[in-house]
Each structure stands twice: as structure tokens, then as C-alpha cells.
């Protein structure tokens, strides 16, 4: 039976065969470039969407955090969703025109620019040279002089529109359409003659989108903030990179990110295989490069699938990442069809290689602006989101956490509607039928309000949102003197003076769905000032274990309440003596200003306070290094606090390191633990990537979730994770290490694990794919482990997983089978649950052996994957 | 009478000089060649042009034949200077017997330069010569503790081995012995892989990331990064440079390993002499060249294979089996096979290690050494140049078989 094709459903498919007719004419001679001419290879990116519209300067913190990804050599920023006032434009003159920026290599250039590529086409509603600063040199760390770069405010002339559309058989387009296709191609031709043909490279085209805007220099990201004076410019989105090419000294910033398609700008972490296929993938559809990076042809892509073929987000996330393997089997059938027309179309344009892209996209025909993250489908790049909903709303993608933190922070200490911390922070996991691998931010007009709201969904459309009915605190307010009650001066005076932790910790977890903010605040302000001088440890510790667990807050934002219990802590930090000063108790303090006082414990001091503001990220300044020196000297308890990315906390130390004690707060940076011998670690939060590589021996706990490749070629040691694993956890790993997942892992969880028999020396990991709700209530995952290659060719070892519904199925494994837990297995793994109950409050009993509200026994509750030449008969399917 | 030893690489003349100098400590009479394989490619298609005399007043007693090796500007770390231009392959406890090991550690000390431990671990019997030891990270991580970090004055990154590019180590089951198992904690008999790549380094600047860990670590080690050479391979030594390595170390095809599957022992990636001109041209265009040593390695046999590389524009060069053809290697190729070692050199079972001793290999070995360098003096003395410095880069001084029997006519 053959469709009835109307004009309806022609028309899509003409228009889309007519814009790429239209671009017949840039085909160059000879052949496509087999490789990009600028390798591209790695960086930063990071990017923020907020329901109001931000300065500039925000972008600098997580761009100075990720300045150890680039090398200075290129480094770009975008801009969406403008503020008409800033770029002394009406509102309306920002909705409708093209805000045209062209760079110019030779100041020279400019007149022949506007002559031949502004003058003829263009109504210029205002036009003029970006500001600098007076000399680049001032700006720290910039080494090479920025373009000049002209910005214009255009819309093309009718008559001009009417006879493109004529000669380029446009004419059944939409003028914004037209109008488009315009900018795009006139755009290509500067850049053809200014730019990318032989000779001399003089000006291109940096953006040309509505709305949107897009500076780009040889020099770190900030950098260009700074010289272009953006710091006061404000929009809604920000996206920002930092670019380490391996293409070094003869540079020039063309190729640095983010490019721009049409009405989108794209940055890029990793790089293709395969940008000759892409290459000729676009040229087939009329699509030629002219700057030769893997970037330019992403942006490429995306402005094909989205302006050209007008798929729905969906498809163009789908053709950039297929959804494949098992993934593809998950997915429904009417979607199976259609992704299976896509790939089959689209699948030689599909960047195949580590990546990761952060798209800025201002949808000028709604006012609307998009921020969009998309991972490819193996997860080779780190990446983070984050959202913080309140009175105003951000969401935040990032390679790395601490740069959101950064940012967060950066933007708290100027408006208190933002929080340091944010509400939700989770990982995309690419190419899957979960989530699509890609998050996507819209920010949209209210209701004519003048307003902005922000929705955040995933690939699917499916919602993130933070838990309803809750409020951000106003930490600016202070506390109301009523906010002390009786009840809890008396409760708290007890515990404190009976030294028990745990009992403050209980009070502050019993009490708090009922209690308000202030109650908490006085509260721990109240323990802070009690414990300070008279009991530390004690306050610290209690205040540790309110950071740490998790249970219901009510209406109060979790985010909030980690603020507030920090602050509490840090009270208590900066009362501790520094290493100069007399003073008694246990606890001392060092900083940055006064790291030279370092030396050894008196008699009585046991605890090293490390004040982490003012060092260095690596190298012989880190506060991690400064840790090496202590423990040397002989202090047995170091505590890194303020952490802001600084890195590879609890390395160094050198083997055999039992009796010694690390602590770390906040945003520790990657590489943790790695190597540990002995030693005990415990992050109070998130963990990043790399952590406990190779480690030996040792404790390690995580109140919080762990990035990529944890515990890489790890050897051994006691391992707890309260939330997720990302990508690769115990890859070739070996020996003995005992680890327990409380949630789950992304992908390749231990392949090629060689650890032995786990009941006679060897280690196993425990996957217990559970979470905590808003209530603090431990409930299972939807599944306990979404991935594949589940000890993937392992020739040791084991996985204890939580599955009593059997929900794994064979095609997860490669080279394991699934069998029965043994009482043999029960009597291993029970002692390490137990530590875990202890650590996390994840009961053994009532949360992980109980399953639909019955007891059950753990054969009925756990299952294992066990190489399947260690697998015996008498263990017996775990069917 | 050697119609069956050799092969067109190793051929009977370079194996028996080999053996000369191994026990003489000098070159062989000119009734062998001791220079020159039959590969019909690489570095057996190239030639030195000697001028007609040298310079009357240079003498071989001033020709140095020292290498730097940390030629970074503002870098804290030793400027760590070798006595000969070349140092000993990494080759696992594993692949090798602890002998072959100890005897390559020796030979290290008593030349002033370095061996490697290859990707299986550091065992005990090579920490006195650790000032000597390079120890290896390699992509499966085997062995790698802080310890075997912190004695190190040289860490090397092995991404990549030439020998089998793209495809990780594979140390074959019974290969792995009870003391191999130990020294890597795996379980015996199993067979042993590394990643091809390292699972925490997918993009440049997770080589950085990486490299940063091992600094900190030990802020002293120098950094090598050795890869094999792929098409972008000078993005590859660029990206390093910029990551904070001291040493781009590339590793051409021509090499051996001991652990691998005999089919992955194979000719892919791009043959070294292209690769070290192109990298070194690279680099100038940089500006870097100065900052960065670039080694060299895989199918190195003899001095004038070095010098060759050096004339290309390497800094110095890495070998491998020509150590092991001094340990009495004849290159039957059964390496990988845990008793297939005739020699007992490359195997750690303990009926066939015996074969040798650590006294006699290491004498062995200083005996090559020994012997090239006279050769390698002996070469830079015709060249007419008083240092292995003064070498590098001189294409001029090469020629090319197949270019030359054009430009004659």
C-alpha cells in the first residue's frame, strides 16, 4: 500500500534537496583532506544555562579550573541568549538581526570586508569594533595578540533575499529560511576569500548566528574574556573551552573552538577516526570544510540534521550517537524502526571516537536558548551535569565537577540565589536506551512574564527535575534569635558533653524534615561554637556524618543543607590553631600563606587542618604535596578542606602508610588514592576520575559517586562507594581488591579482571544497584547495572550483584557466566556489607536482603559473574 | 656453512659479528658484515657518505659519544647525561628470565646508562642498580607501585610497542609462571593482557593528566613517552612535549617482542626511518626540538644502524634484541612459548634459565658495549664530527640506495 504524498509531506524533503543544491557551488577542486589538518585532541569544556542572564566573568572560574587540560594555545567562549542593553541594541534589533562578528587577522582587511561582503547584502542596524583592553600583554598568560574583531547587527536586504532565492531555486522557503541560507553561504565566501583558500589568512567569520555570539583566541578561554571585556556582558548560556592542540607554535585562532553552524556554536572534547568519512559524508550533501579541525564538521553536522533535514533533537542526537548493541535491543519497537532509518542514512557521517560536545543553540524564531551535552556512545570523555532549581535555575555541563562547583561558587558570592552546591549532579551515559547519552537545557520565555523557566530533559524527553517543593535557604538572612529552642539546647548540650557523635548526627536527622532552616542553622552554628575550642573532633565528626548520610530534609534543598552543615565545619576549621600559634587541643592548622610554619606534631597534636584556598592544582604547590611533607614530618591525621579541583590527594606517600588517616571535603580533584599502601582515605562527597589506580593496599570510602577508570590496575585494598561508578571500574585489575558499589556503573565494570579465587586470596566487587530517594529511603535502581561487557574477558575474580529479579541477562557478559551465590559466597562478602552498613547506613537486613517489603535469603537476592573458566557445576545457574 | 642461520634482518654475518664483539669487546675483522642486514629495507637501504679524509686534527679520543637526556628549559629535574647514545629495552620479567634482567642492569651501570623493567614489575634482585633502572607504566599497569616510582630516574609511558601497534602486551599462559604471577599478582598459567590503550587516556590531555599523576609521584623521574609510530605520530611527540615528557620514544616495527602471539608479529605502522625525520622536522617547526630527546627504537642491531637513526634525527636509540643476540639469541623466533627459548634467555622456567648466568651475561654485554662504541667513534671519526651532538639531523650525510642508482645516471 503506497502513501499518498501530499504536498505536506513532499515539501520537507524538497526543501531539504533545494538547500543542498544551493550549496553546489562551493565544491573545491581536488580532493577532500584525509585528516584534519589540526589535530585536535584534548581540552576542557564546559557550559551554563540559567533562567536569568549572566556575566561573563562566570565562565573564567570553570575555565581557570580546567587550564591543566589546555596549554593556552586556543581557547574560545560563546554566548546565547544576550542582553539587548549590554550590546547597546532594542530588543528587538537582537531577536531579528544576525549578529555578525568577523574576525580580522589584518586590521586592514576591514574596509575590504564591509565593501564586499556587508555593504551589498546587508541593512547594518550598527556596527562597530569589539572593545578590547589597551594592552594584551596586561592579561595574565596571554602571549599572542588577539584578532580585532568587527561586530555587526545585520539583516539582508529584501531585494537581495528575493534574487538569492531566485537564482538558488529557494523560492517555496520561508524568508527566515532564505535568510539564513543566506548568512550561511555569504559567510562561506569571506571565509573563502579571507580565509581558507592559499595565501594569506586575513578574517573569517568567528559567528553569525541570532542571539548568539561567539570570541575565540590563541590563549586560555578567560583570557579572551578578559581581553574582549565581557566580563559585565551577560547571557543566559555560556559555553566555553579550552583547547590543547598538538599543533603548537605557528597557531592562529581559526581553529579554536566553538565553531558555529548557523544559529548554534559547538565545543568539543577528544577527537574522530574517522573525519575523512565524515568529510565525505557532508561533501555528498554539498557541505565542504574550510577550517580542517574535527570541530568544524561536528557543528556541521548538527546544523545539517537541525536546519536542513529539520529533525525533531531526538534524530540529530541519534545520527551524531547511535544507539546500538544492547542498548538498541532495549529500545522500543516504533523507535527501533525509526533509529534504524537514521543510522542506516546517516551512519558514515557519525563521528566514530572519543568524544564529547557542549552546543550553545539559540532558538531566535521562539526566544528560546538551548544548552546540549552529547557523549559518545563508548563514554571515552568525562562529563558531568548538574542542576540547581529554585528562584532562579541553572543547569551546568562540565568535563569535570569541580568546574561546576567553581562556577556555582563564582556565581553565589554575587547573587544569593545561587548556592555553592548544586541540587543534582549525574553522568550521560552515551548511546544508551537509559538516557540517550545527551541532556539537553532549554531555557524559555514565561508566559510574556519577561521571565525565563528551564526544563531539562534527556535525549528522550524524558524530565530531570529536582525533587518538588522544596526551597533554596537565603543564608544571607541572618538567623532569627527564636530559631534556639529549648528542646534542642538541651539535646544538643547533652550529646556534646557525653562526646557522642552519633547522637548529634541522629538529632540533626530526626529533626530536620521538621525543622526550618533557621532551627538547622542555630543548630549548627550552635555545635560549631560548642565543639570549637573545647571538643573538636567531636564537632567535626558530627558534623561529617551530617554531610555524609543520607535522610529526608523536607522542604529544605539538600544543597542547602550541605551549605549550611559546611559552613558549621568550617567554623570549627578556622578556630584550630595554625602550626605558629600556641594553643591547646589535638587539631592544628596550615595554609597556603603559611605553608613555610610546616613541621612535625608536638606531643598532643594528631590532626593536620589543610587549608586548600591558594595552592597550586599539581606540582611541588599542591596541598597534596604539602600532605606528603606532614605525613613525613609525622602527622598520622591530614584533612584537606576548600578543596577546589586541587589534585591527587592521598598520593605520593610511598608504600607501607597503615596507621595513617586522610580526610578530604569538598572537590577533590582526579587521580585520588591512587598507589595507597595502607592508608585510609574517606571523601565527604563526589570523587572525580582516576581515583585509587594501581592501588596496593588500604582503605578508601566515597560519600558520593566516582568518575572514570576507578581503581584502574588496582591490586588490592577495602573500597566503598556509596553512590555510582562511571565508566570502567577495575579494569585490569588484579590481586585483592574488596569493593562495594552501593549504586551502579556506566559501562565495562571489571573487564579483564584478573584477581583470583575471592575465597582463597583473590578480590571480587559487590554491585548493589541501589540509591537513596529523596526521603532517605534505600530503594533499587531501575537497574542494577544498565551496561555490557560485565567482566568482560576476566580471567580472575568475581561480581557480586543485587539482582533478585534477574534482570541481567546473558548478552551483558562477555567470557563470565551468571551462578548461584553460594553460603561459602554469603560468609565472604557478608563482613564487607556489614563495614558498608556502618559506613552509609545501607542496611543489610531491612534495605538490600529485603525485596518488595520481604525478607528474603541473599541466594534469592544475589547473584555472581564469574569468568567462566573458574565457573563450576556445583554452583549452579544463577537462573 | 651458515646456510641456515639468520635471516634477512639478522642475517648470519650480523649475528656471528654480533657474537664477536660479544666476546671480544671489539668489531669483527672485515670478513664479516658487520654493518648491513639483507632486509631490502629501512636501514639497510641507507648509507653514511664518508668524505675522502677527516679533519687532520680531530682525534678519537675527544669524539663524545654522551647523550642528555633531559633537555627541558626550566625543568627541576637531573639533567640526567648518558655515556653512550643508546640504553637497554624494556623487556618484562615475564618475557625474560631475571638473569637477562639482571645482566641488562649491570651492563647499565657500568656504562652509565639505563635499562628498563618492562611492563612486569620490578623484581627485588634489580633494586641496587636502580639509579639505572627505568621503570615502565605501561597500559596494564602490572607492577606499577609507588615504590617502583619513586626509585626511578626515569619513568616510560609505554602506549605503544612497534612490534605490535595498536594491539596491548599479551604475555601467553604459560608464560606466566609461578613467579611472574607473583611479581604481577595474577593468578598462574592465565594468560596476561594489557589494553592497547591506557584505559584512563583517551584524548591528549589525559596524557598530560596522566603524566602529572606519575610527577607528582616522583617529582624527580624523567618523563619518556614511548609509542609506536602511526600516521600522526609527530602530533603524538608534539602532544607529549606539551604534557610534560622529557623523552618522545618511538618505537618502529622492525622490533621484537617476547609476548605476543606469533601472528601479531607482523609488519603494520610506519617504518622508523620515516618516522624519526618526520618527527624531528616536526619538531624544529615547533620550536621545541631543542627541549625534547628523541629516541629511537626497534630493529636497531648495530653502531651504524645508530648512526643512521641519529642522522635521521634522533637523539639516540633503544635496543632490544641485539642485547639479547649477545646473550647467545639466535633468533628462532619461539619466544612467546614458555619452554621455547633454546637459549633459556627469554623465559623464566627454571630448567631452561639455568642455561646462563647473571656473570656471564653481563660481561657478554659490557663486551658489546664496548665494541660499539669503538665502532660508533670509529664512525663519527670518518664523518669528521667530534660528538654523537654533532650527527643528529645530518641527512646530508645519507643517502638512499634506490635515489642513488638514479642520481649515478
Redesign the interface.
Known sequence: MTKRRTHNQAFPTARAEALIRANACFRPDGELPLRPREAEGGCGVTGFACTIPVSGRHIYEPSIQMRNRGNGKGGGIAACGLVPEDLGVSRKVLQEDYLLQVALLDPGARGEVERKYLEPFFEIDQGGMIPTVDDYRDIELLEIKPPDVARYFVRVKPDVLQRFAEDKGLTALSERDVADEFIYQNSLRLNQEFYASLGEQRAFVVSHGRNLLIVKIVGFAEAAVQYYRMQDMRAHVWIAHQRYPTKGRVWHPGGAHPFIGLNEALVHNGDFANYHSVSEYLAQRNRFPQFLTDTEVSVQLFDLWDRIYRYPLEYSIEAMAPTTELDFDQLPQEKQRIYRQLQATHMHGSPDGPWFFIIARSLANSGEFQLIGITDTAMLRPQVFALQEGEVSIGLICSEKQAIDATLASLASEDKRFTPIADHYWNARGGSHTDGGAFVLTVSPNNGSGEYVMRVTDKFGRPVATPPGQVHADLSVAVRSEARTEEDSDDLKDAAERGDAGALFAKVRDSLVEWDYDRLRWFVDELADQTADAAPALGIDALTLCLDRRYPTGDKKRSSVLTILRGGLERIFERQPRLSQGGAGALRRITWDTRETLRGPDDGETTLLIDARGFSPEGENCDAALAVKAYHLGWQRLVHYNVRGTRFHAVGFGPDTAGLRIDCYDNPGDYLGSGIDGLECYVHGNAQDQLCQIAKSGKLVVYGDVGQTFLYGAKGGEVYVLGNAAGRPLINAVGRPKVVINGTALDFLAESFMAGDPHNGGGFAILNGVQFDADGNVVPLELPYPGSNLLSLASGGCIFVRDPHHSLVEEQLNGGVYRRLTTADWKLILPFLQENERLFGIQVERDLLTVEGELQPPEHVYRKVVPLAHATETDGAGE | MFDTLGDYRWTADLLVSNWVMAETGHAPGPHLNSETGDSGGGFDKLRLRFPEAPPADLQREDISTELLLNRRKDDSRPKLKIDVPWYGGGMSFGSVSVYTMMAKARVAKAWNTFSCTGEGGYPPRLVPYAKHIITQVA????G????T??RAPIVEFKYAQGAKPGLGGHLLGDKNTPAVAAM????QG??????FPF??V????????HL??I???N?NALLSAKVSTP??VD??A??SY?AGAHIAHLDGSYGGTGAAPNVAKKNIAMPIEYAINRVHQFLV????REQMTLIASGGVRTPMDIAKAIALGADGCVVGTAELVALGCIRCGNCESGRGCARGIATTDTELMDLMTTQWCTQRLVNLYSAWREMLVDILYRLGLDSVAALRGRTDLLTHLDYESNAAS
Open positions: 597500559t596494564g599497569l602490572f606499577v607501585r609507588e615504590e616510582i619513586q604481577r599478582e595474577a593468578v592465565f594468560p596476561l593482557f594489557s589494553p584505559h584512563s583517551y584524548s591528549v590531555e589525559d596524557h598530560r593528566k602529572d599523576w610527577a607528582h609521584v617529582p600516521v600522526d602530533m603524538v608534539v602532544g606539551c617547526d615547533e620550536g621545541i
